[in-house]
């Protein structure tokens, strides 16, 4: 990763850090209902790319064996203290999405959630999540996205940088189109709240 690249993710990295205190408290974004339906999904050695506290811990069905990464210190400390409570076998690891220590084609199931409206540069992280996952493995997104009404993507657009700076997370991806970038193959994506907030399921 070239040098200014790298300070964005340091900047985005810290601002986790500082959010990770507040984090389960604030967010209540995605109904668990929703959460569970797309780690319901998952299965085989699985991936969680931005594991973040670990709220999606709970969901994964027996026969899983987890790995989380996350680059943020912070919440991963949160999601520690969730792992002794889940009936999978969880492994934590510090580790940039966008350049991942993995082999190639290691995973059956890749998940994220609200992860790639963070990552600073989605595209490489999501070339990322192709190569780890096995040529026949899943990948399980769920994200929310810029909205496709012109008006409310333009307040999106207005409001965004205050959510950047006060959480670490952009509100105006077009993460279904960064998806298709990276090459992965989008099997189906159905709006699960409202049209801005997406359960993407592809292949890489
Ligand atoms: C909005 S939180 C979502 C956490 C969790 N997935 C959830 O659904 O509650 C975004 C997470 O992505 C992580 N993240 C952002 N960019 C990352 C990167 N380049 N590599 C690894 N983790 C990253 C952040 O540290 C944070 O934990």
């Not at 040098?3 to 993710?9: A, D, G, N, P, V």
């Not at 969880?90 to 190639?104: C, G, I, K, W």
């Not at 999106?156 to 992965?184: C, Q």
Request: contains cysteine; proline residues 5%.
């Amino acid at each position: 990763m070239d040098k200014e690249r790298e300070l964005q993710s340091e900047v985005i990295r810290q601002r986790y850090n500082r959010t990770a205190k507040f984090y389960d408290l604030m967010d209540k974004m995605i109904p668990e209902s929703i959460r569970r339906a797309a780690i319901g999904q998952a299965t085989g050695n699985v991936l969680e790319v931005g594991v973040g506290t670990g709220k999606n811990l709970p969901f994964y069905r027996e026969g899983c064996i987890v790995t989380g990464i996350d680059f943020s210190p912070g919440m991963l400390a949160k999601a520690r203290q969730k792992v002794q409570k889940v009936k999978v076998p969880v492994t934590l690891l510090e580790m940039d999405a966008q350049h991942m220590s993995f082999p190639d084609n290691s995973f059956d199931t890749v998940v994220a959630t609200c992860v790639f409206c963070s990552v600073p540069h989605p595209i490489q992280g999501l070339q990322e999540v192709r190569r780890v996952c096995k040529p026949s493995g899943a990948i399980v997104l769920l994200e929310h996205v810029r909205s496709e009404n012109p008006l409310l993507g333009w307040v999106m657009d207005l409001f965004n940088p205050i959510s950047l700076y006060l959480i670490g997370s952009n509100i105006n991806r077009r993460t279904v189109e960064n998806v298709r970038a990276a090459g992965i193959s989008v099997h189906q994506v159905d709006n699960v709240g409202g049209n801005m907030v997406k359960l993407i399921v592809a292949g890489p």
